[in-house]
């Protein structure tokens, strides 16, 4: 069994302010105290982007202070509300891939492939750059193995246009690369702040709330935030299903 933890849009600002009346820094460590008393067992945990609301360096250097808690390994991606310079700056470690924060992991006999969808100065997620065909050796290095994709922006509409307008805007050469290898078991995104899950052409997508504030479920006009509880996603892997459970941190026991 794989246990794979996502969190996503944490949206960090400057220690001590708050944002939509919740302080996103004291969400995090509650998130992370969950997880430690929880999941301490997870193979990995991915935070799949918006990691800081301004890309502000000062957001970066407190998520940097607060990561070392964290008991299972963890990866980190971007998000249109990220700045890949401030972020690279506070993490040299993490290498960037032709200058993209990505990655491929094999955890467990199946490969987690990590995508950079961040592009500078745009709401919207794009796939650019080379990250396509970045995506394609990595699919193809797994040789028919299971993979997993996460990605910030998610490639499907949610039918809540304020939010379908700033999806991933590359979905048909994504779905093609994707196509061509057969053996994408499922698509985790954020972005939307919601919890939603469905197929697109047939490979099975989720998204979930982030850990600070949400999108009120609004099917038409304009975008609303709103105060559902936070939520990281608990993923369970096997060899014949992939199961995802959605879980309220802030109300644990």
């Known amino acids: 069994m794989l246990k794979i933890l996502q969190i996503s849009d944490i949206h960090l600002i400057r220690p001590g302010e708050m944002l939509f009346g919740s302080d996103p820094l004291a969400r995090l460590e509650a998130c992370i105290a ?3 008393r929880n999941h301490a067992d997870a193979d990995l945990v991915v935070f799949s982007g918006d990691l800081a609301n301004d890309g502000l360096p000062e957001a970066y250097a407190a998520l940097k202070e607060r990561l070392p808690a964290l008991l299972p390994p963890y990866r980190l991606m971007l998000g249109n509300h990220d700045h890949r310079a401030n972020f690279l700056a506070a993490f040299p470690e993490i290498l960037a891939d032709s200058g993209f924060v990505q990655a491929s992991v094999d955890i467990k006999g ?42 910030h922006h998610p490639p499907v509409d949610i039918h809540m246009p304020a939010l379908d307008n ?6 048909q050469p994504l779905l093609g690369v ?6 994408v078991r499922h698509i985790f995104a954020g972005h939307v702040h919601r919890p939603v899950c469905g197929s697109w ?9 982030g850990t600070n504030h949400q999108s009120a479920p609004v099917f038409a006009g304009k975008h609303r935030v709103n105060l559902e509880p936070p939520a990281y996603a608990i ?13 309220d941190f802030l109300y644990s026991d």
């Open 110 to 151: 199946t490969r987690l492939i990590l995508l950079d969808t961040l592009e500078t100065g745009m709401v919207e997620g794009r796939l650019g750059g080379g990250r396509l065909e970045w995506l394609d050796a990595r699919l193809g290095e797994a040789e028919g193995r299971p993979a997993l994709v996460f990605t």
């Open 201 to 209: 052409h047939g490979i099975p997508f989720s998204a979930l709330r």
């Open 166 to 171: 700033c999806r991933l805007m590359d979905s």
């Open 34 to 36: 969950d997880v430690n």
């Open 235 to 247: 993923i369970l892997v096997s060899d014949g299903s992939v199961v995802v459970h959605y879980h």
């Open 178 to 183: 994707l196509q061509k290898h057969g053996n």
